[in-house]
């Protein structure tokens, strides 16, 4: 899906209408609501951190699903990307500060998902059962 230009005008309304299939919004929720860049936002936290240390932390991600997401979230604005000049060459990522703030929200779904994992769990074993009769 290609990026709309920001107009600046009355249109942002509908670049920030989550309902529209065109809108800018519903483009950045579908890049960002995904696992991967939930968990690398989460991972990253409040640290630098560098690719081998996301990919060892991040458990069943691959390099290529972890390089696809660091470059979304880089160019959402999410991670700034430091490459240090050595051999090999060092590569940081942290949080922007829009980055920390979408982190608070993860944050809040780590919370909700502690609280009622077990009443998730219930309820799907409650779906999941075979029908008596």
């Not at 065109?22 to 968990?39: G, M, P, T």
């Not at 458990?59 to 051999?87: A, D, F, Y």
């Amino acid at each position: 899906m290609g990026t709309k230009p920001l107009s600046g005008t009355e249109n942002d309304t509908d670049d920030a209408d989550l309902l529209r299939a065109d809108s800018l919004a519903r483009e950045i929720f579908s890049d960002v609501a995904n696992k991967w860049a939930l968990l690398i936002i989460e991972t990253i936290g409040d640290r630098t951190r560098r690719f081998t240390e996301l990919r060892n932390d991040i458990e069943g991600i691959s390099h290529k699903m972890l390089t696809q997401n660091l470059r979304m979230l880089e160019r959402n604005g999410l991670i700034e990307r430091t490459v240090h000049p050595t051999v090999p060459p060092r590569v940081d990522y942290t949080l922007t500060e829009a980055g920390h703030g979408l982190r608070a929200t993860v944050d809040g779904m780590c919370d909700w998902t502690h609280r009622f994992l077990s009443h998730i769990d219930d309820a799907r074993r409650r779906f999941d059962a075979p029908v008596n009769g």
